[in-house]
């Protein structure tokens, strides 16, 4: 490590700034940090920093680098970890003009007790330093690193995301509109049933502001949710009609063909931790 080495969080006092500060400082680097608030500008933490870590809603991205953008300089190291890649990495291209660039994605929050076996998506936009001292860093940690483009990491995340929480603040908000106490379902859900309300409690902690911009922002988001209305509004007629028995095997039948390839890849993919019934 040089000896000068510093690594400059933008958006240092969110969350995700103060869970990667605690990362970065543990493995010996010195950790500078800009906010709202803080005596140090982005201008001032730029000019004092080799890596440059860009952590701030993706409705202020844009403009903080612009903002920073005249500062950078060759030797520097810019990274994001925005929850959307596809427009970030346009932006970044757009104004940055000097220094290294890698785009990121970490698949958790801030709330992960360490990253041991955690998944963090990226994309190597310039230069190959800031992409192996990135890569070094993480794996030190036990991090799992998946290069995908932009364009599809978002697609995919429309899924992993965007469905995903669309479906989980749905069931939320049908167990608060069915009127049976939470406790009494509780007591008698399955083990997995159990799980899914264990991840629903996540919410409790979590902010509005990203839950609404991941919904909102992702622009293959709408059609995932028409295609979940559209299997809703489908199943629940068919269910009703004359030919019940035949459609729900139907609809039964695919997803045991989605479940039986699902258990061969995550088997494949993560032996040590799927476990077999």
């Not at 950790?31 to 000019?47: A, P, R």
């Not at 757009?94 to 963090?120: D, S």
């Not at 049976?180 to 379902?185: G, M």
Request: hydrophobic letters at 40%; charged letters at 25%.
């Amino acid at each position: 490590m040089e000896s000068d080495f510093t690594v400059g969080i933008i958006g240092g006092k969110g969350k995700m700034g103060q869970f990667f500060k605690k990362i970065f400082e543990k493995q010996g680097y010195s950790v500078l940090i800009s906010d709202i608030g803080t005596e140090l500008t982005n201008q001032e933490l730029v000019e004092k920093s080799k890596v440059i870590f860009i952590s701030v809603p993706i409705s202020a991205f844009e403009s903080v680098i612009k903002e920073i953008s005249g500062y950078i300089k060759d030797e520097h190291w810019i990274i994001d970890i925005c929850s959307l890649k596809n427009e970030p990495v346009k932006i970044m291209k757009r104004y940055l003009e000097k220094g290294e660039v890698l785009a990121t994605h970490p698949l958790f929050g801030p709330f992960e007790k360490n990253l041991k076996n955690k998944t963090i998506a990226f994309w190597p936009i310039k230069g190959e330093n800031v992409l192996n001292w990135f890569v070094k860093t993480m794996s030190k940690e036990g991090v799992r690193l998946v290069k995908v483009p932009p364009k599809k990491h978002d697609k995919i995340m429309a899924i992993v995301q965007v469905l995903n929480h669309f479906w989980l603040i749905l069931l939320g908000n049908i167990l608060k509109d069915s009127g049976i106490p939470l406790e009494e379902i509780i007591v008698l859900s399955t083990p997995a049933f159990l799980h899914q309300l264990e991840i629903l409690t996540r919410f409790s902690k979590q902010s509005l502001d990203v839950y609404e911009k991941i919904q909102l922002q992702n622009p293959w988001g709408k059609n995932l949710r028409k295609i979940f209305y559209h299997n809703c509004k489908e199943f629940l007629k068919s269910l009703d009609s004359r030919n019940a028995k035949k459609i729900f095997e139907k609809y039964f039948q695919n997803c045991q063909e989605v479940a039986k390839e699902l258990e061969v890849l995550l088997h494949k993919l993560f032996p040590n931790e799927v476990k077999k019934d």
